[in-house]
């Protein structure tokens, strides 16, 4: 993975392209996303930011803002719920895929050999160059189907 130092450099030029400053602020949504292992809601990303930084305020509109400049420059991958919003998750990691509990937004990474040569031979067949994808399987993890039982 790249270094921390090298992304930040990335992270300054991309906000110096946009006619943004580089804050503190911003620097620790990035930070705070490639710092922990996880996917994150705006809301998720301001409360880790407090906790660790008590004195530091950070609004929302910030947040969302940074979030969308990372995510066009793909250093960030977001998951879309809908109507309950997104979550992200630092994008520069070993790809994988998700499955995703539509009863308690649980999120399983997983990566599958056989999934990704299948799809490589699924472009193959019908002459489709794939560049990237994204695989999300949506369902009911066992906790709550659990609960559905009881």
Do not use: W
């Amino acid at each position: 993975m790249i270094t921390y130092p090298a992304l930040l450099e990335t992270f300054k030029t991309l906000l110096k392209e946009n006619s943004l400053k580089f804050t503190r602020q911003r620097e620790l949504v990035f930070k705070t996303l490639y710092e922990n292992e996880g996917h994150f809601t705006p809301e998720d990303l301001s409360g880790l930011i407090k906790q660790q930084h008590p004195g530091l305020k950070i609004s929302i509109p910030t947040i969302y803002r940074t979030l969308a400049l990372l995510e066009e420059s793909g250093i960030v991958n977001s998951l879309s719920f809908g109507a309950k919003g997104k979550k992200y998750e630092f994008g520069l990691k070993e790809h994988h895929d998700h499955l995703i509990c539509i009863e308690c937004g649980k999120l399983i990474e997983f990566h599958d050999d056989m999934i990704e040569k299948r799809q490589e031979e699924i472009a193959k067949k019908f002459n489709f160059k794939m560049t990237d994808h994204t695989m999300n399987i949506t369902g009911i993890c066992e906790a709550c189907q659990k609960k559905q039982k009881e």
